[in-house]
């Protein structure tokens, strides 16, 4: 990557993150004032208010929409600070769970669930940051399409033999409609290229399982 480049994500990310931090301030005056809202109406219970479950679904439907806003933004946050340092140490499970989260829409219209396993000591990884997350991201995207309509994909970090693992593996519930063997989760060679070559620019390597079962992305450590 040219410093000019660098220079270019740093901007963005700058910027991206001073709304990210404003947003995340209105999601709370929201959720507060839903929250006194639904306190005054609960007071009142007794008395004969028109529409008065109407309302009170309506707030509770406000304060959950603000919870998954402010996870959003917050994982929105965490992203735009990738380009913050060339280089730095990252949580591989707090990665996941926020590349996860970004893509919760997606995952959605899969009708997929995304799990990352923890540990009480989850694997770290020093590395360039954004070059990671781009790698770590296409390998999750390209196995949606692999997993069966409510089935899950996992993401299973692990430190093994002198490498940092991480397993992204499709996994079949009970009753999941599968897919075509033509779906989306078959890389095209133009794509499993890409995401080699992304890999191989911080000293990892990228391996596919047989029958599009999962990815396996392998880093030294």
Same mark, same amino acid.
């Given at each position: 990557?040219?410093?000019?480049?660098?220079?270019?994500?740093?901007?963005?990310?700058?910027?991206?993150?001073?709304?990210?931090?404003?947003?995340?301030?209105?999601?709370?005056? @929201?959720?507060?004032? #839903?929250?006194?809202? $639904?306190?005054? /109406? !609960? %007071?009142?219970?007794?008395?004969?208010?028109?529409?008065?479950?109407?309302?009170?679904?309506?707030?509770?439907?406000?304060?959950?929409?603000?919870?998954?806003?402010?996870?959003?933004?917050?994982?929105?946050?965490?992203?735009?600070?990738?380009?913050?340092?060339?280089?730095?140490?990252?949580?591989?499970?707090?990665?996941?769970?926020?590349?996860?989260a970004l893509i919760e829409r997606k995952s959605?219209?899969?009708?997929?669930?995304?799990?990352?396993?923890?540990?009480?000591?989850?694997?770290? @990884?020093?590395?360039? #940051?954004?070059?990671? $997350?781009?790698? /770590? !991201? %296409?390998?999750?995207?390209?196995?949606?399409?692999?997993?069966?309509?409510?089935?899950?994909?996992?993401?299973?970090?692990?430190?093994?033999?002198?490498?940092?693992?991480?397993?992204?593996?499709?996994?079949?519930?009970?009753?999941?409609?599968?897919?075509?063997?033509?779906?989306?989760?078959?890389?095209?060679?133009?794509?499993?290229?890409?995401?080699?070559?992304?890999?191989?620019?911080?000293?990892?390597?990228?391996?596919?399982?047989?029958?599009?079962?999962?990815?396996?992305?392998?880093?030294?450590?």
């Amino acid at each position: 990557m040219t410093e000019k480049s660098a220079d270019d994500l740093r901007f963005f990310g700058k910027v991206t993150a001073g709304v990210t931090h404003d947003l995340q301030n209105v999601i709370a005056v @929201i959720k507060e004032t #839903a929250g006194l809202m $639904e306190d005054i /109406l !609960l %007071m009142n219970r007794d008395k004969e208010l028109p529409f008065f479950e109407k309302f009170q679904k309506s707030l509770t439907t406000i304060k959950n929409q603000a919870i998954r806003g402010s996870t959003l933004i917050k994982s929105l946050n965490e992203f735009a600070h990738a380009p913050d340092n060339d280089e730095k140490e990252i949580d591989i499970v707090a990665t996941a769970r926020m590349l996860a989260a970004l893509i919760e829409r997606k995952s959605r219209s899969f009708e997929i669930q995304i799990h990352v396993e923890t540990s009480t000591a989850p694997p770290m @990884i020093r590395t360039h #940051a954004v070059r990671f $997350e781009m790698a /770590l !991201l %296409m390998a999750i995207e390209s196995m949606m399409g692999c997993v069966p309509r409510g089935g899950s994909l996992m993401i299973v970090p692990e430190i093994k033999e002198g490498e940092t693992i991480i397993n992204i593996l499709c996994k079949e519930d009970s009753g999941g409609v599968g897919r075509p063997s033509s779906g989306p989760g078959e890389l095209p060679c133009e794509s499993w290229s890409a995401l080699e070559r992304i890999v191989k620019t911080i000293n990892g390597r990228a391996d596919r399982l047989a029958q599009e079962k999962g990815i396996i992305l392998r880093f030294n450590v």
